[in-house]
């Protein structure tokens, strides 16, 4: 797995099979903090912090199953 670089406008999908793929999209971020802020990808609305550590790569795990939380990179801008 490669290391995973936060930066604005990164759009990220959520893992949970029951979000439906509900997107976020990164608001802002500075390294080495806990947090990111995020938004509604779509509507640019409901600015929140979230964990960065949910903030995942790949949508698998090291031993190959789907990640059940958090959310996986999406694409980047």
Known sequence: MTDLTIRAGQVYRSCDPRDNGRRIRIQSYFPGNLRAVVVDADTGKRTRPLLAATLHVSATTK????????YVLEASQ
């Open 63 to 70: 031993s190959g199953a789907p990640w059940r939380t958090g």
